[in-house]
């Protein structure tokens, strides 16, 4: 399991982009981005982090929690939090990611991703269609006034 620490400094990137391009984030009194649930991923065995390195260079993370799906069919793999640095997407690092996770934990997922995030949308449906055999597709879905994606699938092969 990867230190909190060193998740930490590849999530302030994250959390950085996010804000400057979907979801508009204020900074903590500490001048810190926050992510109140991120130590729970060290103390809740329903979450899981990742992180992802290419020849030794830390490239991205995933945060993975395990919870009842949205659509109440039971329980599901959430991909919670996925990133890739800048510099190394588009080389299929981020597809890679996705389907090692995906094998090393079998069953039921959802993918959740803002309307607006085109780029984000396009890459699950590659990557959901690469790791299946067959076309993604996702619905629709408002919470708290922002509309969002929800891709499905079983990693159980």
């Known amino acids: 399991m990867p230190s909190i620490s060193l998740l930490w400094g590849i999530f302030l990137s994250f959390t950085f982009t996010t804000s400057v391009k979907w979801s508009p984030i204020d900074v903590g009194a500490d001048g810190?981005?926050?992510?109140?649930?991120?130590?729970?991923?060290?103390?809740?065995?329903?979450?899981?982090p990742f992180l992802a390195r290419l020849d030794g260079k830390l490239v991205g993370f995933v945060l993975v929690t395990r919870?009842?799906?949205?659509?109440?069919?039971?329980?599901?793999?959430?991909?919670?939090?996925?990133f890739v640095l800048r510099r190394y997407r588009h080389r299929g690092?981020?597809?890679?990611?996705?389907?090692?996770?995906?094998?090393?934990?079998?069953?039921?997922?959802?993918?959740?991703?803002?309307?607006?995030?085109v780029l984000a949308r396009k890459f699950w449906e590659s990557s959901i269609t690469k790791f299946t055999g067959l076309s993604a597709?996702?619905?629709?879905?408002?919470?708290?006034?922002?509309?969002?994606h929800r891709f499905s699938l079983d990693s159980r092969r």
Not at 38 to 48: F, G, K, M, Q
Not at 67 to 82: K, L, Q
Not at 137 to 148: E, I, M, P, R
């Open 93 to 117: 690092i981020g597809t890679e990611m996705a389907a090692k996770v995906w094998l090393r934990y079998p069953g039921r997922w959802q993918i959740r991703v803002m309307e607006k995030n």
């Open 32 to 48: 810190r981005y926050g992510y109140k649930s991120l130590p729970l991923y060290w103390s809740e065995d329903s979450r899981l």
């Open 137 to 148: 597709h996702s619905s629709k879905f408002v919470a708290d006034g922002v509309t969002w």
């Open 67 to 82: 919870s009842s799906e949205s659509s109440g069919d039971g329980e599901a793999w959430d991909m919670a939090e996925f």
